[in-house]
């Protein structure tokens, strides 16, 4: 490339290698040789200099189990040390995280600290809620007898708020995702590599369904209830953390009509505007089952459908969704894989 880019600038038979420019990637170089910037500031404008290659970290925490954080460790750090050249910058960015606040740096340590520290970052199996998540358990909880409502998914009969969570998360990961891409892109130029620990998602269609089971909220109050307005003054509240069951089943129409699918294809279109290039990773490697054995999950009410196949189709779905982002962005996507350090 660098022959050919000379050529170009001398002849201008090839106008469009003008633009090129040689970067040498050096070898491995221990810690000890590299310097961190000693700002935010100074790393963001490191990070805009074609000259330095960009990788970023992104951990999906809600798409990453106990296991698979856990398998991410050593991997992780065992690539960046192989692949980061001294002018090369990293940054590590979560789910949790504005983008904004992304640090760029060049030591691996303090990376290898954390992930050794808080290795079970990874929150997709566990029961633990936000204070948001618990409002969408109450509200999907018959008012009579508590029990939790349930409703179909694919093959099987779920609990509705599981179904829920699940779509709710999603939907904060691509809106996280999408706003990360355009802070890339707004203060870099040339290519920035996004690897993506995750173990995929769903796409969710909408799935009008969803809304029958919630026919039981004819016993919670038809009006709003009062509650506390930003300032401290007191109106009628208009979000499930006010009380407020219209609300709530607004939350739940809105979860019922995702189109994750479309809106996914178009994050993969502005990442390739962007010159973000995805690199997605699932971490659990190669699984067949899309739950935990301990998930309250019934067989559905048609017996045909065979719960092991959905289960497949539910692994082979978050797979491909990785595979495309990957592909049409000009990354490698690892999935199905054991071997993390290969």
Not at 192 to 220: H, I
Request: proline share 7%; hydrophobic share 40%.
């Amino acid at each position: 490339i660098r022959d050919v880019a000379v050529t170009g600038v001398q002849t201008c038979a090839l106008p469009i290698f003008e633009h090129l420019e040689f970067v040498d990637v050096l070898p491995f170089t221990p810690d000890a040789e590299k310097r961190d910037p000693n700002t935010q500031e100074e790393g963001n404008t490191l990070a805009a200099d074609p000259k330095n290659r960009v990788f970023v970290v992104y951990l999906d925490i809600p798409h990453v189990s106990y296991e698979g954080a856990y398998r991410t460790r050593q991997p992780l750090v065992t690539a960046l040390n192989r692949i980061l050249a001294p002018n090369d910058l990293f940054g590590v960015m979560t789910t949790d995280m504005r983008p904004r606040d992304l640090v760029f740096g060049r030591k691996v340590l303090t990376t290898e600290d954390m992930l050794s520290r808080y290795w079970f970052w990874g929150r997709r199996d566990t029961i633990l809620r936000t204070p948001e998540e618990q409002v969408l358990e109450f509200c999907t909880r018959n008012p009579q007898t508590g029990d939790p409502l349930r409703a179909r998914d694919g093959a099987a009969d779920r609990p509705l708020v599981d179904i829920l969570l699940e779509r709710q998360r999603e939907d904060k990961v691509l809106t996280h995702l999408e706003s990360v891409v355009d802070y890339l892109g707004m203060i870099r130029e040339t290519r920035t590599s996004l690897l993506v620990f995750t173990e995929g998602w769903v796409l969710f269609e909408p799935d009008p369904a969803l809304l029958v089971p919630m026919q039981n909220l004819a016993g919670y109050p038809k009006t709003p209830a009062m509650g506390t307005m930003p300032g401290g003054r007191v109106g009628i509240a208009t979000t499930p953390q006010q009380g407020s069951a219209s609300a709530c089943l607004t939350e739940v129409r809105r979860l019922s009509e995702l189109s994750d699918g479309a809106r996914y294809r178009a994050l993969i279109q502005r990442a390739a505007r962007a010159n973000v290039v995805f690199y997605p990773v699932n971490p659990l490697g190669l699984t067949v089952f899309d739950f935990p054995i301990n998930a309250d999950i019934a067989l559905g009410p048609d017996p045909r459908q065979s719960m092991l196949m959905w289960n497949i189709d539910r692994v082979r779905g978050r797979e491909d969704a990785l595979r495309e982002a990957a592909s049409n962005t000009g990354g490698i996507a690892v999935v199905s894989n054991n071997k993390l350090e290969v």
